[in-house]
C-alpha cells in the first residue's frame, strides 16, 4: 500500500448533479479549500453528470460514477465506485475523507476501510441519523446504523446542517466532535406576495407533519385568517388523498388546494406570490425549502426541528405539539400591517444574504477544517 505523498483529500458524495440541492455547494466549498491550499481533491461521486465537470468544480479530479438501487431496501450497488477507489488508493493514499451522507452504502464501505487504516474521516450526515426519520424507514435505516457504528467511533468529526441534526448525532457519538456545516443557498429576492396565499412547498410525506400544518391552518381560518393555504411538492397519491380528506372533514377543502411538483422558476414563482410559508417536519437535516423561502423574501413559521443555526424575527419558532401556538403565528403573520410586513421581508432575505450565501459557507467549512487540522497536529 503506497503512502501518502502529498495532502490529499476525498469526498464520497451521492448525487452530484446540477439539479441536486446539497452536494454542490459542499463540494465547491471543499474545492475552494484544497484550491488555495494546493491540496489533490478527489471526488467519488455515485450520480454525476459530465457537464459538472469544470464548470461547478475547479481544481477537482471527479470520479463519475454510475448507480443503480436493489429491491425494497434501495441500495446503491456500484462496483466501479470500489474499482474506482482501489486504483484512486494505490496511486495516493487520502490524509482525510469526507463522507457527505452515510447512506450511499458504497461510499460507507469505502470510509469505514479507510478510517480503519488511518485516514482521518469527517461525516456529514444529510438527516440520516435523525431518529424521527428512522420511524418511517426504520428496518434498513436501524440496520445500517449498526453497520455503521464503528465508523461513527473513528470518525475524526461530525458536520451536522442543522441544530436538530446536531442533537441526533450527539445520541449516536455522545463524545463526537459536531460542526455546524451549512450548505449553501443563494439570495433570490423579488417577494411580491403582500396579498398572497399561505405556502407549504416541499415532499408530500408524512415526514413533513402536513396533518399538523393542516389543522394549525384550519383553527385559523376559524379565527379570521381567509387566505388560501397552498400544498406543493411530490407525494404518494394515498397520502395526499388523505390530507383531502382531512380538509373535508375540516370543512376547509375549499381553501386548500395542491399544486403538485413544482421545479425551477416555477417554484420560485409561487414562493414570489406567497405570503406565509410554512414547515412543520418532524425532522430536517436542513431545511433547503425554508431557506429558499427565507432568499426569496418570505416570513415564514416552522416548528422547532425545523430551526436554523441563525435566528431570525423572520422566522418564528413554535413548538411541534402546540397546534394554538402555530395558528396564533400564522394569525400574527397574516394581520400583520404592510410596513411591518415588508419589513419582515427584508430581515429573511438579509439572513441569507449574511449566513448561507457561497462565498459564507466556503469561508466557514475551511475555517473549521484548518481547526481540526491544528488541533490534531498539536
Not at 59 to 78: C, E, K, Q, Y
Not at 176 to 191: K, R, T, Y
Not at 257 to 276: C, N, T
Request: proline share 4%; charged share 20%.
Amino acid at each position: 500500500m503506497s503512502k501518502i505523498k502529498s495532502e490529499s483529500i476525498w469526498v464520497i458524495t451521492g448525487d452530484a448533479s446540477k439539479e441536486a440541492a446539497g452536494p454542490l455547494p459542499a463540494l465547491r466549498s471543499f474545492s475552494k479549500y484544497c484550491f488555495e491550499k494546493k491540496i489533490n481533491l478527489v471526488v467519488l461521486a455515485t450520480i454525476g453528470q459530465k457537464e459538472t465537470q469544470g464548470t461547478s468544480i475547479r481544481n477537482t479530479d471527479v470520479r463519475w460514477m454510475l448507480s443503480r438501487r436493489i429491491g425494497p431496501l434501495n441500495l446503491h450497488f456500484a462496483p466501479s465506485m470500489m474499482l474506482c477507489a482501489w486504483r484512486q488508493w494505490s496511486e495516493q493514499r487520502p490524509s482525510s475523507l469526507v463522507l457527505d451522507g452515510v447512506w450511499y452504502t458504497v461510499g460507507a464501505v469505502i470510509a469505514t476501510i479507510a478510517s480503519m487504516l488511518g485516514v482521518r474521516v469527517y461525516i456529514i450526515p444529510h438527516g440520516s441519523l435523525n431518529s424521527r426519520a428512522m420511524k418511517i424507514n426504520a428496518i434498513r435505516k436501524r440496520v445500517l446504523t449498526l453497520l455503521l457504528r464503528p465508523l461513527f467511533k473513528r470518525a475524526v468529526a461530525f458536520m451536522a446542517l442543522s441544530p436538530f441534526e446536531k442533537g441526533e448525532i450527539l445520541k449516536v457519538s455522545p463524545k463526537g466532535i459536531v460542526l455546524q456545516a451549512s450548505n449553501a443557498i443563494n439570495v433570490v429576492g423579488g417577494w411580491d406576495g403582500m396579498n398572497g396565499p399561505i405556502l407549504f412547498l416541499g415532499r408530500i410525506d408524512p415526514i413533513k407533519n402536513l396533518e399538523f400544518i393542516i389543522d394549525a391552518y384550519s383553527s385559523a381560518r376559524q379565527r379570521g385568517c381567509l387566505r388560501p393555504l397552498q400544498i406543493a411538492g411530490p407525494g404518494n397519491l394515498q397520502y395526499i388523498e388523505t390530507l383531502r380528506q382531512r380538509c373535508l372533514t375540516l370543512g376547509i377543502s375549499d381553501s386548500v388546494s395542491f399544486l403538485g411538483p413544482l421545479y425551477g422558476e416555477k417554484k420560485f414563482e409561487v414562493m414570489k406570490k406567497s405570503r406565509i410559508f410554512l414547515m412543520a417536519s418532524h425532522s430536517e437535516a436542513q431545511p433547503y425549502a425554508l431557506l429558499e423561502a427565507l432568499s426569496v423574501g418570505v416570513p415564514s413559521v416552522i416548528t422547532e426541528n425545523c430551526k436554523l443555526w441563525f435566528t431570525n424575527p423572520s422566522v418564528t419558532v413554535v413548538s411541534e405539539n402546540s397546534i394554538k401556538d402555530y395558528s396564533n403565528a400564522i394569525c400574527a403573520l397574516d394581520g400583520m400591517n404592510n410596513t411591518e410586513f415588508a419589513y419582515l421581508s427584508k430581515l429573511a432575505v438579509q439572513l441569507i444574504s449574511e449566513y448561507y450565501r457561497e462565498e459564507i459557507v466556503w469561508t466557514h467549512r475551511i475555517e473549521c477544517l484548518q481547526a481540526l487540522s491544528s488541533t490534531e497536529k498539536s
